[in-house]
């Protein structure tokens, strides 16, 4: 995220709920409202915006006036779609975050 606010002044981020991760095939290692929760204490974080579905990105796109859509590269081309409405810039993830280092430490414990 804060890649992000390097070069936009107003971040808004798309948050899964736990019930639309596990319509995409992901399970959920922390909560929505935790996750919510930790977006939200982030000062380069703006808004946070529940995502309930896929049709919703167009929506917000449009709604919210975004005129830049980021996404980590491993969705590279995907969302190439929006390109029509708005710039779409695949950033690569951060190295060392990851939910599968989060679950393999977990199960350590």
Same mark, same amino acid.
């Given at each position: 995220?804060?890649?992000?606010?390097?070069?936009? $002044?107003?971040? *808004?981020?798309? #948050?899964?709920? =736990?019930? !639309?991760?596990?319509?995409?095939?992901?399970?959920?290692?922390?909560?929505?409202?935790?996750?919510?929760?930790?977006?939200?204490?982030?000062?380069?974080?703006?808004?946070?915006?529940?995502?309930?579905?896929?049709?919703?990105? $167009?929506?917000? *796109?449009?709604? #919210?006036?975004? =005129?830049? !859509?980021?996404?980590?590269?491993?969705?590279?081309?995907?969302?190439?779609?929006?390109?029509?409405?708005?710039?779409?810039?695949?950033?690569?993830?951060?190295?060392?975050?990851?939910?599968?280092?989060?679950?393999?430490?977990?199960?350590?414990?």
């Amino acid at each position: 995220m804060s890649r992000i606010s390097q070069i936009s $002044e107003n971040v *808004i981020v798309g #948050l899964s709920t =736990d019930e !639309f991760n596990e319509v995409k095939g992901k399970k959920s290692t922390i909560p929505f409202h935790d996750r919510l929760e930790i977006l939200q204490s982030l000062k380069f974080v703006n808004l946070v915006i529940p995502e309930v579905n896929w049709a919703q990105k $167009e929506y917000d *796109i449009n709604n #919210l006036n975004v =005129d830049l !859509f980021v996404m980590g590269d491993d969705w590279e081309f995907k969302f190439d779609h929006l390109k029509t409405i708005c710039d779409v810039l695949y950033l690569p993830r951060t190295e060392l975050i990851s939910t599968t280092i989060i679950r393999e430490s977990m199960r350590t414990r």
